[in-house]
């Protein structure tokens, strides 16, 4: 059974959050605020956590430096609307990814297993070697799905799960159009509603991170009404 700590000062979603996790078959531990949640984590460290971002105390960009400092465990932060910086910040720092505020408690929990699927498949280095696994190179474009890293031109990129996934089925297929439904379901489990608008503001972000490396960075396509094709550089 995985343990999940979850740290937020709002009582409120620590109670919901735990009671959805608890009959997803987690394990399941609460703090208050980032100093508590050091201070427990430093005796032994949870499977994996989230975190909000703004607590008293010690905030969750203080709680995660501390944590990289001993484990790798995956985090994902609870943003607001308006965190786009913290967002960007926390990823560079060592989140492994996002979900904003107010969320679907049934995008956390996938999120939640994406994530302990793929440190399992670190820590266990016996993966089988499939489409979704393996190391792929697109011309400027590397994708390694184990470690969840990106780099283009050689340089690093800090994708979310969410982005991460998106990215890999275009470029798995360079030239093919994939629609919004199709990447709908790559990205998101078939039980969580999202509309189209959501693709494409991860498309948009996607783009944005790229483009921080890459001025020039074209290779996502724009088919209105259609979808998006990746194109090979």
Known sequence: ???????????NILTSVSITLEAEGFEVETYNDGQQ???????????????????????????LQRVRQKSRMPV?????????????????????????????????VERI??????QEAIESNVVGE????????????????????????GQDVSLTVTEFLL???????PG??????????VAYDDQVYVDDRTIDSHIKRLRKKMRSVDDEFSAIETLYGIGYRYNEE
């Open 176 to 185: 093919f159009v994939k629609s919004r439904d199709q990447l709908m379901d």
């Open 167 to 173: 990215l890999q089925a275009l470029a798995q297929r």
């Open 1 to 11: 059974m995985n343990k999940i700590a979850l740290v937020d000062d709002d009582r």
């Open 113 to 118: 297993r994406a994530l302990l699927r793929r």
């Open 37 to 63: 949640a050091l201070d427990a984590f430093n005796k032994k460290m949870p499977d994996m956590a989230v975190f909000d971002i703004k607590m008293p105390r010690m905030d969750g960009m203080d709680l």
């Open 130 to 153: 499939t489409e979704e696994t393996k190391l792929m190179t697109r011309g400027a474009l590397t994708m390694d799905p184990l470690r969840h890293s990106v780099t283009w031109k």
């Open 76 to 108: 994902i932060f609870l943003t607001s609307k308006d965190d786009e910086i913290d967002e960007v910040l926390g990823l560079r720092m060592g989140a492994d990814d996002y979900v904003k505020k107010p969320f679907s408690q049934r995008l956390l």
